[in-house]
């Protein structure tokens, strides 16, 4: 085809209005983190000490290292839904929840003592947490998915796994609400590998439906 | 592109018509300094085009546009030089001084379009000739088929979703 036929093609398209990304990825992480809420109070359920723990720091540290990774994922997010944005300076926002997440992680190392360090790391529910995590984070990973399709990024793949994080910091941030183990030892261990292995979905699936 | 998001065709055209030489320099570059053939030039750039038209709603107006433009040129070409097996690697920084090139009498042509249409529906064809080939505008088409303005527009849209898919996928 000649390039001048193609312009003529593109120019009988018409105007399309700007699109706000920002706005729409807030939207979306809005819906997706009430869908989570809806799914905690009506399906798993908070713990029932919930208000006791409310003043146990390591409780809180919990809410603080997820509500971390969903500001600093959001964020990665909004940049590398554009073209002309390098990965690197994106990706080191993640400094942001793991610097939180090594200050809990040192503060209870030197809490614990070490014969009990094993016991900690490996919790009471593992399992759960690696299934609830994710279970919750469904919800905002395809509300994210769906706004960013609109987007225009460099790497489809590598804005799919930060979308993925996202949800996953949303959905460890509600699940932080049921979990019985605090232990930012635990923590380290299992609400990482949940979200990891969000990452790796929304990868997956962002490399399909985000390719333009 | 102000102005193309106001509606205003004339200057929209004027735009992509200014690009093109500037798209046909960075392709060109592109492929000389992977060492590959220019054969597929225009088809980056019209790859390349496509894809500004199908993203405009993206770009952020208060942001200066050819950074932008050339970011998605460099990730068009990239996708192209991997395609064809090479190892790509194109630094954004070695486009900033390159002089756009001008058509030269055997290009200004990519895909065979008897090819590309072949892949369109008959309606998404019909109307994809009419304009390239008649040179008549979204709403003399409409008359002519007897269709609304906007569902011209609809199924010109999703033509041009298909064309880029085409530019994408087949043709390895």
């Not at chain 1, 699109?19 to 029932?48: E, K, P, Q």
């Not at chain 1, 995590?133 to 990973?141: E, N, R, W």
């Not at chain 2, 000739?129 to 199924?155: C, L, N, Y």
């Amino acid at each position: 085809m000649k390039t001048d036929d193609l312009i003529k093609l593109l120019v009988a398209d018409g105007p399309r209005p700007t699109v706000d990304t920002s706005r729409n990825v807030l939207w979306a992480s809005a819906l997706g983190a009430l869908t989570a809420a809806v799914l905690l109070t009506f399906a798993i359920g908070a713990r029932g000490d919930f208000k006791v723990a409310m003043y146990e720091w390591r409780f809180v540290a919990k809410f603080v290292v997820a509500a971390a990774l969903v500001v600093a994922m959001s964020r990665a997010v909004l940049m590398l839904s554009r073209p002309d944005v390098t990965a690197r300076r994106a990706l080191m926002l993640v400094a942001l929840p793991v610097g939180l997440l090594a200050l809990a992680l040192v503060g209870e190392m030197a809490a614990q003592p070490l014969a009990t360090w094993s016991e900690w790391a490996m919790g009471t529910n593992f399992l759960v947490c690696l299934v609830t995590i994710p279970m919750l984070a469904v919800g905002p990973l395809v509300a994210l998915l769906w706004v960013l399709r609109s987007s225009a990024p460099q790497s489809p793949q590598l804005l799919g796994g930060v979308a993925g994080a996202l949800a996953g910091g949303i959905g460890a941030f509600f699940y932080a609400a049921h979990c019985t183990d605090d232990s930012p030892m635990f923590v380290a261990i299992w609400y990482t590998l949940a979200i990891l292995i969000l990452a790796s979905i929304g990868a997956l699936i962002g490399r399909r439906v985000l390719a333009w | 592109m102000r102005a193309a998001h106001s509606g205003d065709e004339v200057a929209y055209k004027r735009l992509l018509t200014d690009l093109t030489p500037f798209l046909r320099g960075l392709a060109r570059e592109g492929f000389r300094r992977s060492g590959v053939g220019t054969d597929e030039v225009e088809d980056v750039v019209q790859e390349t085009l496509i894809a500004v038209h199908l993203k405009r709603h993206t770009w952020d107006p208060t942001q200066p546009l050819v950074p932008w433009v050339r970011a998605i040129a460099r990730n068009k070409l990239i996708d192209t030089l991997r395609r064809r097996g090479r190892r790509a690697q194109v630094p954004i920084e070695d486009f900033e001084d390159i002089l756009p090139a001008e058509v030269s009498q055997s290009e200004g042509a990519g895909m065979d379009a008897a090819v590309m249409l072949k892949a369109l529906p008959e309606k998404q064809r019909e109307i994809v000739k009419a304009i390239t080939m008649d040179g008549q505008s979204a709403h003399e088409v409409a008359s002519k088929f007897g269709m609304t303005d906007v569902a011209v527009r609809v199924t010109l849209h999703r033509a041009l979703k298909k064309l880029a898919d085409t530019y994408r996928g087949e043709r390895s």
